[in-house]
């Protein structure tokens, strides 16, 4: 379930009030007047099943909470109560198939900040690619996979699309473009360090790598492998099962390939960084396209769900 935090206009108290309870999947409703200072209002609260939370925070949107007052939502881990389970069954749906749109687009802005932090982990998952590259170890190439945070504006750029938000779109852009830019030029300078330490050297490039050759040979599974990978990433967000995305994380070659074009860009390997770049690009583009058709399939679903069977029901003058 989700728990509702609401600050309300005193003259809109009741309005709401009325809203929640026409809700479904609403319970657990309580009203503390005056108790709000900034802005000032009313402190509504109140559970509701999570697949009746989009079209309860649409309808508080539609009475202009989010501009008068403000409407804030968290996930519950645990609520000990039959009037929580009675609310989840009254829902129309599954909670599992649900989709919180707002909290969806939240999650991916947040994903997608081009941050310093965000390049750190990035150039960090790069590196310790390179090194899975150059000792042709399995192991650490899987570590990158998990360490990189590429998927975040990826599926910002989903996300932003199905919503039709162009502002995101372009900072999802900016953070998957400008981040992986960044990140290579470290890895770069990286390799050279390493190569002046005597750790690296390009006879351990070229020489014959069977364990990580894959990652400059894309070929039609490589993409298939993406869309795969982009649905499953999707689906985690969207029901918030987040522990799937360790598993798509590590099922897609986006940092070790972006690594390998770095250390064939070092020794200026040409075929090798273009096989790279291409095995890159096709993993960024599969998991885009696969999460934007997964998100449209998920909404025109809901929306249908929501017409056969709404969560609001309609007030006395609806």
């Known amino acids: ?17 009325e809203l929640l309870e026409r809700t479904l999947g609403a319970t657990h409703l309580a009203v503390l007047t005056g108790a709000a200072r900034r802005p000032a209002g009313d402190v509504v609260l109140c559970d509701v099943a999570r697949q009746a939370g989009d079209e309860l925070i649409d309808a508080l949107r539609g009475l202009g909470i989010d501009r ?26 599954d909670s599992a198939d ?15 900040t081009f941050s310093a932090t965000y390049v750190a982990f990035l150039a960090v998952a790069m590196m310790l690619a390179a090194c899975g590259v150059m000792l042709d170890n399995v192991i650490l190439i899987v570590g990158a996979m998990a360490v990189g945070p590429e998927f975040g504006p990826l599926a910002g750029i989903s996300t932003a699309l199905v919503q039709r938000a162009p502002r995101l779109v372009g900072a ?15 890895t770069v300078g990286f390799v050279w360090l390493m190569d002046a330490l005597g750790l690296f050297d390009p006879g351990m490039f070229t020489a014959r790598r069977p364990n990580t050759n894959f990652i400059w040979h894309p070929d039609q599974i490589s993409f298939v492998v993406a869309l795969l990978a982009g649905v499953a990433g999707t689906l985690s967000l969207t029901s918030a099962k987040s522990g799937a995305l360790i598993g798509v994380a590590i099922s897609v070659t986006t940092v070790p390939a ?27 583009g599969g998991i885009v396209l696969a999460g934007t058709v997964t998100l449209l399939v998920q909404k025109a679903l809901w929306n249908a769900q929501r017409r056969t069977d709404p969560a609001v029901k309609p007030g006395p003058s609806g």
Do not use: K
Request: charged residues 20%; hydrophobic residues 50%; glycine residues 4%.
């Open 68 to 93: 008068t007052g403000a409407i804030t939502s968290e996930e519950m881990d645990l609520a000990l109560s039959a009037c929580a389970e009675e609310a989840e069954r009254r829902a129309p749906g």
């Open 98 to 112: 649900a989709v919180v749109w707002e909290e969806l687009t939240e999650v991916t802005h947040e994903e997608s």
């Open 258 to 284: 972006a690594a390998n074009t770095a250390i064939a860009f070092s020794y200026q390997d040409l075929p090798q960084a273009w096989g790279s770049a291409a095995q890159l690009l096709a993993n960024l």
């Open 172 to 186: 999802s852009l900016w953070a998957l473009i400008g981040g992986f830019a960044a990140a290579m030029v470290l």
């Open 1 to 17: 379930m989700l728990h509702l935090r609401l600050i309300v206009p005193a003259d809109r108290t009741d309005e709401v009030v």
